[in-house]
């Protein structure tokens, strides 16, 4: 499992749009798309892929409150955040390609418009629960029954257990023609195109230069990495990237100022890190804003000292579950949203504390740092902490009797002092938590959040391909 407090960030399952309120105040209005060449998936230029990411100091924050300071409340765990990042780049875990749209280069425009895409790179086709492309990774990606630490199966000539021989090195015949027999270190001796001293074919799913991993080459990872500009790679993209064939997340109104500095949003964006097996989480950027050094960089441009910051608001960190994670809290059953706010993440993050007369009835409640709608803080609140102010009367008990404070949060209060609580069924098991509440018009009540920004870089490549 990666460090615990990368469950707070990062991969791209995007939704479009600005942040609701119940008073039109809101701190991210949707801006009009600008005149220009129409967003039109793959048909746009300068492709390339965010090949640096990680989580930005305090200052390097947007002010989102508009009151003249940097807001990045998770600059407090960057450090701690930072080598599982790193890793999950390293190994193609966060793949996010862009895609520009009427841009010309690196000089003044007042419309340019990019897409930003999840990118398929280096998945499991096979299903045998290996992926090429990374270190020690499956060796043939079109075969299950090929991976490593599958059994060797004589005389087969190929490499079942992706130590880089076939059938452990011990046939003389060149039975595929390729010129090279097994005993002279053809793993697939099956497939002309496979031998020893092959140069690596990126994407075929084969481990071309027999080395024990397929679209890998041991002695030069960055041959098959699409964060290699020298060698620019294309990149299919995730079926989540689109909607009825459209770019899902797509900044429609940026500009490029005199000095090559790119200006892009608000929009909304969301990154998926995967955290453990078959768990990854889908961390939504509301009141998304990107800036951006436009560089020419061999004859392609690419964004350098790039900065992305947003809000996380409570319905989001609410649906990020079924991790364990000690230091903060943090238990299967429980969501970010409990970690952060009736628990110790809240004051590791220095969150604000919610106002007297809320803390009169659920001491230690805290509010996020950024009031989106305009109507005031909201605060999260775990009711248990203290019963008898709360008024709870369903808080578990242990075998004496007495209330045990399950620390997760229970109440929503909104800035407008509307308070919302869990929904229950008859067994007493939450059907609808209260960070899910919506207005009238149907817009989510709960969109106040903690302030994120996210350092990042570009590098050029080949091009964008539709899903496989």
Do not use: W
């Amino acid at each position: 499992m990666r460090h615990p407090t990368t469950t707070l960030l990062v991969s791209v399952a995007i939704l479009v749009g600005a942040c609701g309120g119940d008073d039109g105040g809101e701190l991210f209005p949707a801006k009009p798309e600008c005149k220009g060449t129409a967003v039109e998936v793959y048909a746009g230029n300068n492709p390339q892929v965010i090949s640096k990411l990680e989580i930005g100091a305090a200052s390097d924050g947007f002010d989102l409150d508009k009151d003249g300071k940097p807001d990045n409340k998770l600059a407090s765990v960057a450090m701690l955040a930072s080598g599982a990042i790193s890793d999950a780049i390293k190994n193609y875990e966060i793949v996010i390609p862009i895609e520009f749209f009427d841009l010309q280069g690196t000089g003044k425009d007042e419309c340019v418009k990019f897409a930003m895409y999840y990118g398929a790179y280096g998945k499991d086709s096979d299903g045998d629960g290996k992926r090429p492309f990374v270190d020690k990774g499956d060796c043939n990606d079109k075969d299950p029954n090929v991976s490593p630490g599958a059994a060797e199966i004589p005389c087969n000539r190929i490499d079942d257990d992706c130590n880089g021989m076939a059938d452990d090195g011990a046939d003389t015949v060149d039975h595929d023609g390729d010129g090279q027999s097994i005993s002279q270190g053809d793993c697939d001796d099956t497939n002309n195109m496979v031998k020893k001293g092959m140069a690596e074919i990126c994407g075929d799913g084969l481990d071309n230069d027999c080395d024990g991993v397929a679209d890998r080459t041991v002695a030069d990872a960055a041959v098959c990495s699409p964060f290699n500009p020298a060698a620019p790679q294309d990149i299919a993209l995730d079926p989540l990237s689109l909607s009825g064939g459209a770019p899902v997340i797509v900044f429609n109104s940026a500009t490029v100022d005199s000095k090559g500095l790119l200006h892009g949003g608000p929009s909304i964006f969301s990154v998926n890190i995967p955290v453990a097996l078959g768990i990854t989480l889908d961390l939504r950027i509301s009141g998304a804003t990107i800036e951006g050094q436009l560089t020419d960089e061999n004859g392609a441009v690419v964004i350098k000292g790039g900065r992305l910051g947003g809000v996380i608001d409570g319905k989001t960190a609410d649906t990020i579950r079924g991790l364990n994670v000690d230091q903060i809290g943090l238990k299967p059953e429980n969501s970010l949203l409990d970690a952060t706010f009736a628990n110790v993440l809240g004051p590791l993050l220095v969150l604000p504390k919610a106002e007297p007369k809320i803390e009169q009835r659920f001491p230690n409640c805290r509010t996020p740092d950024i009031d989106v709608d305009g109507d005031g803080l909201e605060a999260f609140c775990d009711s248990c902490v203290d019963p008898a102010a709360s008024g709870a009367t369903d808080c578990p008990k242990d075998a004496m009797g007495n209330n045990v404070d399950p620390k997760v949060v229970d109440t929503c209060i909104d800035g407008d002092g509307t308070e919302i609580t869990d929904v229950k069924g008859g067994d007493g098991k939450v059907i609808m938590n209260c960070s899910e509440a919506t207005l009238k018009n149907g817009k989510n009540r709960f969109v106040d959040g903690i302030s994120v920004e996210l350092n990042f870089e570009t590098s050029a490549i080949k091009s964008i391909k539709p899903p496989k």
